[in-house]
């Protein structure tokens, strides 16, 4: 079974800096890819990036330059450092595993708070 924990969200002043991480324990098998989804309420979930196995990233335009996401492959474990951090950040963040852009497991979301 596997299961995908989120930690590191947090209330965080305009400007300020969070670091998201998201541990993967079983087999994802068949998945490519590691990232995250963000939710803000009343909205879609909208895709925020994305990490290959082999290093490739994808990043949304609203934080490309700002976002960054890399892994742990040995340790399944992906990261988002997000800086410059905006109010229009605020959402469940919810780390995925998947093929490419498609989740096909879910994390349970962490919530980031970007307000003064």
């Known amino acids: 079974q596997v299961q995908l924990v989120e930690s590191g969200g947090g209330l965080v002043q305009p400007g300020g800096s969070l670091r998201l991480s998201c541990a993967a324990s079983?087999?994802?098998?068949?998945?490519?890819?590691m990232g995250w989804y963000r939710q803000a309420p009343g909205k879609e979930r909208d895709l925020v990036a994305f990490?290959?196995?082999?290093?490739?990233?994808n990043y949304a335009d609203s934080v490309r330059g700002r976002f960054t996401i890399s892994r742990d492959n040995a340790k399944n474990t992906v990261y988002l450092q997000m800086n410059s951090l905006k109010p229009e950040d605020t959402a469940v963040y919810y780390c995925?595993?998947?093929?490419?852009?498609?989740?096909?497991?879910w994390g349970r979301g962490t919530q980031v708070t970007v307000s003064s």
């Open positions: 990490i290959t196995t082999g290093g490739s990233t």
């Open positions: 079983g087999s994802i098998f068949g998945a490519n890819a």
């Open positions: 995925y595993a998947g093929f490419f852009r498609a989740p096909t497991y």
